[in-house]
């Protein structure tokens, strides 16, 4: 899998957020601090709406 992380990771070394990798038909989400611990995985559109959310919810 090709993990990618956001570009809002913050300072210093960047390691403070999660990593998403595209897969065919899901997006798995992992914790880049444990990335050898199980990922989340998500339909496309369950991840566009959490996306949304979590947007919504730190008004941006």
């Known amino acids: 899998?090709?993990?990618?992380?956001?570009?809002?990771?913050?300072?210093?070394?960047?390691?403070?957020?999660?990593?998403?990798?595209?897969?065919?038909?899901?997006?798995?989400?992992?914790?880049?601090?444990a990335p050898t611990r199980a990922a989340l995985t998500f339909t496309v559109s369950t991840f566009v709406a959490l996306v949304e959310h979590i947007k919504a919810a730190s008004g941006g």
């Open 1 to 33: 899998m090709n993990w990618r992380k956001s570009s809002y990771s913050g300072g210093g070394d960047g390691d403070a957020c999660v990593e998403v990798a595209v897969l065919p038909t899901r997006i798995a989400v992992r914790d880049s601090k």
